[in-house]
């Protein structure tokens, strides 16, 4: 199993590149999708090696991944912004690490992804076998744990609420300095996302533990006949 996960991991890049080949193809790239940093940011064989990255770690176990967290966490951003001051002469917005939303350039669409998983991997890497205790103390803040339960709405809202800001904007003729826009928009895309796991998704999670829980003891019912028939 760990072989194969290594093999899609390392596919992920080939299968990126090719993608952005072929995309390139007329009449081909535009069946597939119209812009092509979308294309390789929305396809679901553009990550499959996120998913392996993940599956991978969760079966092999790194000795002290501080350390490599630790050097991902410079080596990612210098080659990011290595690669965007040699594509176009500036390292681009600090606050994005030198990845752009798009990942447009110096090849990122093929290495950049592979990069920023890594780098999220180890951190979790670290957290879940206890090498950074301070990190733990981190993420258990109330604030933090509070905006994991509601992660999913902050996804799935938060095209939508930029969308809404941009339009009032216009609507009123009332631009926003860029720290206002991020900072309305937070907060609308939290309060919508909330609303949406109190209101709904709650309900359904609650559900989940009454479904399984039944379905975990149908099915030691039926281990036990078995058990004592051996």
């Known amino acids: 199993m760990?072989?194969?996960?290594?093999?899609?991991?390392?596919?992920?890049?080939a299968l990126r590149f090719a993608t952005l080949r072929i995309h390139g193809v007329e009449?081909?790239?535009?069946?597939?999708?119209?812009?092509?940093?979308?294309?390789?940011?929305?396809?679901?064989?553009?990550?499959?090696?996120?998913f392996a990255t993940g599956a991978l770690l969760s079966r092999i176990r790194i000795r002290r991944p501080e350390w490599g967290l630790g050097a991902m966490v410079v080596l990612v951003p210098l080659a990011g912004m290595a690669g965007g001051y040699a594509a176009t002469g500036s390292i681009g917005p600090i606050d994005a690490m030198g990845y752009p939303l798009r990942l447009e350039h110096s090849g990122m669409q093929v290495w950049g992804y592979s990069a920023l998983n890594w780098l999220f991997a180890l951190l979790i890497c670290t957290v879940v076998q206890g090498g950074g205790s301070w990190l733990q103390g981190v993420l258990e803040n109330r604030c933090l744990t509070y905006v994991g339960r509601v992660s999913y709405g902050l996804y799935l809202?938060?095209?939508?609420?930029?969308?809404?800001?941009?339009?009032?904007?216009?609507?009123?003729?009332?631009p926003l300095s860029a720290y206002t826009c991020t900072a309305v928009t937070f907060a609308l895309t939290l309060g919508v996302a909330s609303a949406s796991y109190h209101l709904f998704e709650a309900r359904f999670l609650r559900l989940k533990d009454v479904l399984f829980s039944k379905a975990g003891d149908r099915a030691a019912s039926l281990l036990i006949p078995l058990r004592k028939a051996a």
Request: cysteine-free.
């Open 27 to 50: 009449g081909i790239g535009t069946w597939i999708y119209w812009d092509t940093s979308l294309a390789l940011y929305v396809l679901p064989w553009s990550h499959f090696d996120a």
């Open 2 to 13: 760990n072989r194969f996960l290594w093999g899609v991991v390392a596919a992920g890049p």
């Open 157 to 174: 809202f938060h095209l939508p609420m930029i969308e809404l800001v941009e339009l009032l904007q216009r609507a009123f003729e009332r």
